[in-house]
C-alpha cells in the first residue's frame, strides 16, 4: 500500500541532544513538508521541499535541519538550538508539477517529548 | 499572503444535531480550499477540498462544505451528528505563491454529546 510512514511513534529526548524523526513516502511524490502541531496553534510549517536535494524554510525553522537526498525520503533534526522542542510533529507529501489544487498526504506523526 | 481563520476553538454538539463548523480564509486569487480531520495521535485525513466549478463540495463521512466566494467563507456542515465524528477538524488554503503549500487555521475540536 502507499502510504507516508513516519518513525517513531513515540520519541523522548534529554535536553540538549539532537534527535532525528523519520519521514518515508512510497507515492512518488516531489514534495515533501514537516509541520508542527502544539495544542491551540493548528499546523505550523517548519520546512518543505519541492524536489530532491533542495528545501526552503517554513515559519518555524529555526533549531531544525533537514535533508532529502532521496526523493523517497525527509528527515527532521531537531537540534539543541530548539528552545521548546516537545510537540507533535507531521510529515507530509504531495505530487509537484500539477495544479495547486492537489491536497497533502500526512503520516501519523511522531510525538517528541523533552525530558 | 494566505491566511484562515477558524471560529471557535471547541465546538459541542448533540448526538443527531446538525455540525456546523466555521472557516474564513484570506486570499488575493481564487483559493484552492481544504478541511482535514485529525484523531487523537493520528495524522491528518483529508475530508473534501474545493478547487473550481461547483461551489457546494461533499466529501467522506457525510460532510459537506460550500465556497462563498462574497463571504470568503467555507463552512463545513454534517445534517445530523455521530458519535465518530468527535474529532479535530482543520480548515487549509493552498499557498498560491509557487511554492504549492497549505496553510491551516487554529483547528476546531468537536466533540458530540450523547
Known amino acids: 500500500d502507499g502510504g507516508i510512514t513516519q518513525s517513531p511513534k513515540y520519541l523522548f529526548r534529554k535536553e540538549g541532544q539532537n534527535v532525528t524523526l523519520s519521514c518515508e513516502q512510497n507515492?512518488?511524490?516531489?514534495?515533501m513538508y514537516w509541520y508542527r502541531q502544539d495544542p491551540g496553534q493548528g499546523l505550523r510549517l517548519i520546512y518543505y521541499s519541492q524536489i530532491v536535494n533542495d528545501f526552503q524554510k517554513g515559519d518555524i525553522a529555526e533549531g531544525y535541519s533537514v535533508s532529502r537526498e532521496k526523493k523517497e525520503s525527509f528527515p527532521l533534526t531537531v537540534t539543541s538550538a530548539q528552545k521548546n522542542p516537545t510537540a507533535f510533529y507531521l510529515c507530509a507529501s504531495s505530487p509537484l508539477g500539477q495544479l495547486m489544487n492537489t491536497e497533502a498526504f500526512f503520516g501519523q506523526g511522531t510525538r517528541l517529548t523533552v525530558v | 499572503a494566505q491566511s484562515v481563520t477558524q471560529l471557535g476553538s471547541h465546538v459541542s454538539v448533540s448526538e443527531g444535531a446538525l455540525v456546523l463548523l466555521r472557516c474564513n480564509y484570506s486570499?488575493?486569487?481564487?483559493?484552492?480550499l481544504f478541511w482535514y480531520v485529525q484523531y487523537p495521535n493520528q495524522g491528518l485525513q483529508l475530508l473534501l477540498k474545493?478547487?473550481?466549478?461547483?461551489?457546494l463540495v461533499k466529501g467522506i463521512n457525510g460532510f459537506e462544505a460550500e465556497f462563498k466566494k462574497s463571504e470568503t467563507s467555507f463552512h463545513l456542515t454534517k445534517p445530523s451528528a455521530h458519535m465518530s465524528d468527535a474529532a479535530e477538524y482543520f480548515c487549509a488554503v493552498s499557498d498560491m505563491g509557487g511554492a504549492q503549500k497549505l496553510v491551516f487555521g487554529q483547528g476546531t475540536r468537536l466533540t458530540i454529546n450523547p
Open positions: 507515492l512518488n511524490h516531489d514534495a
Open positions: 474545493y478547487t473550481t466549478g461547483a461551489t
Open positions: 486570499s488575493s486569487v481564487p483559493p484552492y
